[in-house]
């Protein structure tokens, strides 16, 4: 088990430009969150995948955002014409949903992302 | 707005001394759960309790759960310097969308 994994580390851009970002979740895990996290906050939700079955979407996440899943194992997530605002650490989770309403999410090391 | 909030926003102590931070919400939960981030990395899972749970211990850690009083406490003993990091609860709504939603946390510091 070598956890969930994210890439990059570190992103910097100019606004405008279009970024993706990849996570690896646990193996076998079948659920997989997206958070956004800005300094002094907590993370905050943005969407979850289900397998491949993206079941929510935050409000925070406009159409600029899209995330993917594609066979339920590795997700990314796209921002398209980046502004300044969108400057935060975004988190990967996964977790083993089995439906007793009890889960534990394990986080990536997240990615930094700079806008500027 | 965020459901949960900690109390208080930041916290300095001696090495040695209990550290108790508290988390309180504003709607009905199924679980709530605690993690640890240390500066600029990601969380790590220290605790869950579940709803009909009122106390539960994980080592150094104690958590008690209110939910009469929609309130959460985290109780470290003996702190560590390596304790120092920013402490957050999560709380997974009872209406059942399956997210977890964090509060704002506490910043722990331990001074050796």
């Known amino acids: 088990d070598t956890g969930v994994s994210q890439n990059p580390r570190h992103k910097i851009t100019k606004r405008g430009q279009n970024v993706t970002f990849r996570c690896d979740p646990i193996?076998?895990?079948?659920?997989l969150y997206w958070y956004r996290q800005t300094l002094g906050q907590g993370p905050e939700f943005l969407t979850y995948f289900q397998n491949e079955a993206q079941l929510e979407k935050s409000r925070l996440l406009s159409d600029r955002f899209s995330a993917e899943r594609p066979k339920g194992s590795f997700s990314t997530l796209e921002i398209q014409r980046t502004e300044q605002g969108d400057s935060a650490m975004y988190l990967c989770?996964?977790?083993?949903?089995?439906?007793?309403?009890?889960?534990?999410?394990?986080f990536g090391p997240g990615t930094r992302l700079l806008v500027l | 707005s965020q459901q949960g909030e900690e109390d208080p926003q930041a916290l300095s102590i001696q090495e040695g001394e209990n550290a108790t931070m508290n988390c309180s919400y504003k709607?009905?939960?199924?679980?709530l759960q605690w993690y640890r981030q240390n500066s600029g990395r990601g969380l790590v899972h220290l605790i869950l309790i579940r709803s009909n749970e009122r106390e539960k211990h994980s080592g150094r850690l104690r958590v008690t759960l209110d939910t009469s009083k929609k309130s959460s406490s985290l109780l470290i003993t003996a702190s560590r310097a390596a304790d120092t990091a920013s402490y957050f609860c999560?709380?997974?709504?009872?209406?059942?969308?399956?997210?977890?939603?964090f509060g704002t946390g506490t910043r722990l510091k331990v001074l050796a």
């Open positions: 193996s076998e895990h079948n659920r």
């Open positions: 999560a709380t997974d709504l009872l209406s059942g969308t399956y997210k977890y939603i």
């Open positions: 709607t009905s939960i199924n679980n």
């Open positions: 989770a996964s977790s083993h949903w089995t439906g007793d309403a009890q889960e534990t999410q394990y």
